[in-house]
């Protein structure tokens, strides 16, 4: 995913730098949230799959991933680095968190 989302933004010449990638990945987490909180009517139903839910992590993935590109992360490094560290936590304390 991270190399489509590279040729994406090569493409495009949408280049830029981590820090303008940071708060675009804020950004659209915000918008995800929102539309979560839409969906749910506040948490007063349950959720239930949208397309504009589906779009707006769609948007997530990608500044994430864009984010990484810019940052010289391979992500599915990053991936399998912190999975390796939750597995740890786990055998040591029966959870993952830190």
């Given at each position: 995913m991270q190399k489509l989302v590279n040729d994406f933004i090569q493409k495009y010449n949408l280049q830029t730098d981590e820090h303008t990638r940071y708060i675009d990945l804020v950004s659209e987490v915000g918008e995800l949230g929102k539309e979560l909180i839409k969906s749910t009517d506040y948490?007063?139903?349950?959720?239930?799959?949208?397309?504009?839910?589906?779009?707006?992590?769609?948007?997530?993935?990608?500044?994430?991933?864009?984010?990484?590109?810019?940052?010289?992360?391979?992500?599915?490094?990053?991936?399998?680095?912190?999975?390796?560290?939750?597995?740890?936590?786990f055998a040591e304390n029966g959870n993952v968190g830190s």
């Open positions: 948490g007063k139903k349950a959720y239930a799959q949208t397309d504009d839910a589906n779009g707006e992590l769609g948007d997530c993935l990608f500044s994430l991933l864009a984010l990484c590109c810019s940052m010289g992360i391979d992500a599915e490094e990053a991936l399998e680095m912190a999975l390796g560290k939750y597995e740890r936590r």
